[in-house]
């Protein structure tokens, strides 16, 4: 799963063409030669214990302080006077409007408008949304026409203009005497209007909102100005309506989704909205508009519809219509929440993900994907497609996911793991009365080590990844493709390939593969060509390959995790054959500790000669010949492995005061943060992991 943007930040910002094709409607710009540039709106987000969580690009230039210098802090530390509150003075109060003075990393002082909102991300952790606008940053575009509730003014303070005779004001403004032009009728038409409407820029900041939706936000258009929709309504339904905002400025053509609109019950009813690009007189697409209507009070509630229904005898779909958007934000939180919520810390691989729900009546699907750290320096990576859709198809994936994890956690070999997976889902079958069991579930797991720089795969039915390596080439994985999960066939097979350093690896669901009226083979040849292109992140790669192959919405769930392989430096790995005698363990203990000099880790050498003693002696008095001891000198961590040829699995047990045995592991267990036993074709690999930032 892609990692949750900073609010106000752009993760995906399209890498510009070095030569931009004519007629392009993403690389023209706005108005009469100028893109219109909404204000930089710096954001910012704060715990409730006022620990700064999130920091955008903005805010970065906006104060000169680095998201890895500032996060983490206490928000009073931007404070030029520390007395100044940060929070609602009113308890319980969401939202707080007003001025402060900030410190520049520089020193200087800045006056700024202020406005925090409290809200509740999909994980459930509750924060506030700080949102800042230099003054004079919210002044319109040069191109823009001034709006009529704003007419400029050149009379003195104090003195009667036209500002204060609403139709001398008009008049003032309009082409002939006291006539209505079209600019200022243009101008009332979207701001008082009953749809609620909100115009967004090509990368999905808001320029401006009218009056219904800054109602229906309860914030005013200088508050969100600036800020993407999943900073002003965070959720799934927002992640999913910039996907679809995405596609209607890729295509041009307006698109249908669903508004991430609070209703007045407190609710998220999510009403349809048309996405509507903008076009300048050539055709060119400069903006999106976003129109939808809010549901109010006045509308009749799914009760008094089937009152109405039983009533008159007659069957009707609207109680299921207006239950439906609720119980599909549901369905997405559920689906969310099962997902990771944010991608772990590792050195294998650079990842991206993202995550799109159908958009259909059927509901949300059963796709995932994962990344788990293994031992070792590697990780696995993983993508499955549960059959169906709905809130069982999602309880389903999680139960799934749950169970790779676990498996993952012993370090099976990819074919070994879906065989354990299989007989899982058999298991639920014969206890299952429906078709929720998971049967015909498709999964790829792979497992790439950066040091070999070896990549290990299985699959169930699921389609191949593709690959393209830093010469351009690009490809299918050759592996054979198993039977879904569930169905009692023939056993997995996995397939190893040596990947150079720095090959793109593409994993998904076949949502992306099956886009309406596009021949399967284009899509496959669009995938290749489009993973090929160069982009500065793997966030664009992602955002790309989505708008390419998708030109309509996603009438299946797809998942996508797209990887940059890389190896570790050959100075932080160090392998020593020992010999299988007594007399070794000594000399690994020397091993050990210069090896620990050369890293400049010898404040680590006396806890790491005790691992590798009781390693070593456990492999002589239990193992078989030869025997190897690798250290692995990975960011933070210190790694100790020690390989015999023996396929016996140590245990910890509880050894007693008379024992003279069995403390070994036990002392292991204390010295490190991690260990276990992993174990391959030819023997097996016990491990250890020391953190070397811990104290």
Known sequence: MELPPTPGERPDTPEPPATPALGDPLDQPIGDGAKTEPPPTATATISEQGIITGWSQEARHLLGYTPAHIMGRPA???????ST???PPVPGQDDFSGTLTLRHHDGHTLPLPVHAHRRT?????????????????????????????????????????????????VAEQMPGEGALGEEVL?????????????????????????????????????????LRLTDIAPGPAAEEAEHTMRLALRTGHPQQAHAPLPAAD??????????????????????????????????PSPHQQMHVMNDSGTHTAEPDIARHPRQRTTTMTLQRSLLPLTLPDQNALDIASRYLPA????????????????????????????????????????????????LADVDLQPDELLTRLDDLVTHLTTEETDTTSGTGTTCLYAIYDPISRICTLARA??????????????????????????????PFESATTQLPEGTLLAFYTNGLLNPQHTDPDETLSSLLATLAQPSPTLNTTCDRILTTLLTHPPTDDIALLVARTKTLPTHHIATFDLPFHPATVARA??????????????????????????????????????????????????????????????????????????????????????WGTRHTATGKTIWTEQSLTLP
């Open 266 to 299: 407190g609710t998220d009813p999510c009403p349809p909205a048309t996405l509507t690009p903008l076009k300048d007189p050539r055709g060119h697409t400069r903006a999106l508009c976003l129109a939808t209507h809010h549901p109010s009070d006045e509308d």
């Open 589 to 674: 203990r020397h091993h050990a500790t210069t090896q620990l000099t050369t890293w400049n880790l010898s404040q680590h050498a006396s806890s790491t000669e005790l691992i590798v003693s009781e390693l070593v002696t456990n492999a002589i008095r239990y193992g078989k010949p030869p025997i190897q001891l690798r250290l692995i000198h990975n960011t933070g961590t210190l790694i100790t492995e020690l390989h015999d040829t023996s396929h016996t699995t140590p245990h910890l047990q509880h050894a007693h005061p008379n024992d003279e045995n069995g403390r070994g592991l036990y002392l292991i267990h204390q010295l490190t943060q991690h």
């Open 186 to 226: 243009g101008e009332w038409a979207f701001t008082q209007s009953p749809c609620l409407q909100a115009i967004f820029d090509t990368d999905l900041r808001l320029i401006r909102a009218n009056t219904g939706m800054q109602d229906a936000l309860s914030r005013t258009q200088d508050q969100i100005r600036g």
């Open 76 to 82: 009073t530390q931007l404070l030029a006077d520390t």
């Open 121 to 169: 991300t999909t994980g459930g952790i509750t924060e506030w949304l700080v949102t800042a606008t230099p003054a004079g940053s919210t002044e319109p575009a040069p191109d823009r026409p001034v709006p009529v509730t704003e007419p400029p003014s050149s009379t003195a303070p104090g003195t009667q203009g036209p500002q204060d005779n609403p139709r001398e004001a």
């Open 85 to 87: 509150p940060t929070a």
């Open 359 to 406: 958009h259909t009546e059927a509901g949300v699907g059963g796709d995932w994907f994962d990344v788990i750290p293994l031992s070792g320096t590697r990780v696995a990576l993983v993508v499955g497609d549960v059959p169906g859709h709905g809130i069982r198809a999602s309880a389903t994936m999680g139960r799934l996911r749950t169970a790779v994890r676990t």
């Open 461 to 490: 039915g699921h389609p191949p990844p593709a690959a393209v390596t830093p010469d351009g080439q690009a490809y299918f994985l050759d592996l054979p493709a198993g039977p879904p999960l569930g169905l009692g066939t023939p």
